[in-house]
Structures are given as structure tokens and as C-alpha cells.
């Protein structure tokens, strides 16, 4: 999963769907459809404005749209680490989500 030119998250696909751990991930999988109208998803609506790609912010590019956001997502630029094998997160707040 990329978010402006960033990868995110990565893992095998069943991981990812099963696990998403990346607030952007999350948000990505909650907006697709699900073939049963007796089913409602609980859709997370991202806000803020997208940054800009040629000029993005300082710290984590997707914090100005992240509901986890802190003062360290403002300025430093988190670690792609393993969570689980093969399942690869960039996020400070990995751990809590």
C-alpha cells in the first residue's frame, strides 16, 4: 500500500486484508463494496487535505489526514519495520492501532 509515493504497509494480500495495521490501509479496505446489502462496513472518511506530492510534509506524509496523529508523526519519518513476518508497517503508532 502506497501513500504519496511511500509505501506504507506491505504483506501477503491474505495478511493485509485480514490484519491491515496502517490507518491509511484501514481507511482503503473500509471503502470496498461489499456484495450483501445486509452487511454495513463501518467506513472510516479520511479528512484533512491531501498534501502535496511535489512538497510534502515534514515527518510522516500521512499525518495531516491521520486520526492517530501526535506530535512525532509531525516530525519524524517512521520506520518501515516487520510487525509479523513478511508484514511490513511504517507507522509510529503501529503498536496501538
Known amino acids: 500500500v502506497m501513500y504519496l509515493g511511500n509505501i506504507v504497509e506491505m504483506a501477503p494480500k491474505e495478511e493485509l486484508f485480514k490484519n491491515p495495521t ?4 484501514r481507511a482503503l479496505l473500509s ?3 461489499i456484495p450483501d446489502p ?9 479528512e484533512g487535505d491531501i498534501p ?8 510522516c506524509k500521512f499525518h495531516s489526514r491521520c486520526s492517530y496523529c501526535t506530535e512525532i ?3 519524524e519519518v517512521p520506520v518501515f519495520e516487520e510487525m509479523t513476518p513478511g ?3 511504517s507507522c509510529h503508532h503501529k503498536n496501538e492501532i
Open 87 to 89: 508484514h511490513f508497517v
Open 22 to 25: 496502517h490507518p491509511y490501509t
Open 31 to 33: 471503502a470496498v463494496p
Open 38 to 46: 445486509d452487511v454495513k462496513m463501518n467506513r472510516i472518511i479520511l
Open 73 to 75: 508523526c509531525k516530525n
Open 52 to 59: 502535496s506530492p511535489a512538497n510534502p510534509p515534514k515527518g
